[in-house]
Every structure is written in C-alpha cells, then in structure tokens.
Nanobody, 125 residues
Framework: QVQLVESGGGLVQAGGSLRLSCAASGRTFGYNAMGWFRQAPGKEREFVAAINWSGFTDFGDSVKGRFTISRDNAKNTVSLQMNNLKPEDTAVYFC???????????????????WGQGTQVTVSS
C-alpha cells in the first residue's frame, strides 16, 4: 500500500522558515515526479513546487525565490524548504506523486495519483 506522510508543519512568525518533509512507502518514487500543493480554507488547491526524476524543479509564482524543493531518492523522501514565510502562505500543505516513472513535473493536481494527508502551516503576522 502506497503512503505519503508529510511532517514539519507548524506555527511560525512572518519572515520565518519551515522545512516540510514527505516520506513515501509502499513503492519507490525515485523516478517519479513529486510535488507540493497547498489549500487554504475556502480556496482551491494551489500548486507550490515540483521536482522530476532528474532534479528539474518548478515553482508557483507566489513562492518563487522563497521556497526550494529537493529529494533524497535513497530515503524515498522529498522536502520543501520554505523561507521568508508570509501570512498568505498559511494553508494545509500536501505532498503528491505522479504514478509513472520518468514523469514530468506538473502544476495540475489531477496529474498526481498519490497524495498525503497534509500538514498544517500557519504563519502569523
């Protein structure tokens, strides 16, 4: 059974940093594109960042220059480093994985097959 489990969320002041991690189990995702999305109350799920098998990365416009994404294939994990956090970054953050090896990154949630339960990030002003 495939599982993605996020960790690292919490409460932080504006300007602070958090590092989210996503641990995958049940299969290896070393060659699959992985992504992070977020959803704030009353809003649609928003693309945050993604990384493909070769290390190519893509970021949403609202986080570009502040967030970085990385992966450790040996540990089957993907991480999201969030710096200079803003109150508008407050949301539940979800880790996601595409089903096929050598898949490209995508900004579309429907292109991801596997999802974690999410971790809450709250940024106070």
């Amino acid at each position: 059974q495939v599982q993605l489990v996020e960790s690292g969320g919490g409460l932080v002041q504006a300007g602070g940093s958090l590092r989210l991690s996503c641990a995958a189990s049940g299969r290896t995702f070393g060659y699959n594109a992985m992504g992070w999305f977020r959803q704030a109350p009353g809003k649609e799920r928003e693309f945050v960042a993604a990384i493909n098998w070769s290390g190519f990365t893509d970021f949403g416009d609202s986080v570009k220059g502040r967030f970085t994404i990385s992966r450790d294939n040996a540990k089957n994990t993907v991480s999201l480093q969030m710096n200079n956090l803003k109150p508008e970054d407050t949301a539940v953050y979800f880790c996601a994985a595409r089903r096929s090896p050598y898949s490209s990154t995508s900004r579309v949630p429907e292109n991801y097959t596997y999802w974690g339960q999410g971790t809450q990030v709250t940024v106070s002003s």
